[in-house]
């Protein structure tokens, strides 16, 4: 069972919160926050995986480098 905790935010990031739970069709604030979360994490990784898109040539035997 997890156990939970509160967190203090302006009233205006709670409208922000409600509105972006609607949308999502969040159960909670707590679905809605854990969503953001793994998007965000979702889009790093994207990020990282594809740094060198464009960038990296096909490998051809004369890039083996070795008498054979």
Known sequence: MSSTTT??????TLIELEKLR??????SLDDAISSLIKRHRLQVLQGSLGVDRGKVKPFI????GEDR
């Open 61 to 64: 035997e004369k890039d083996r």
């Open 22 to 27: 609607q949308q999502l069709r969040a159960h």
């Open 7 to 12: 967190v203090k935010v302006s009233r205006t």
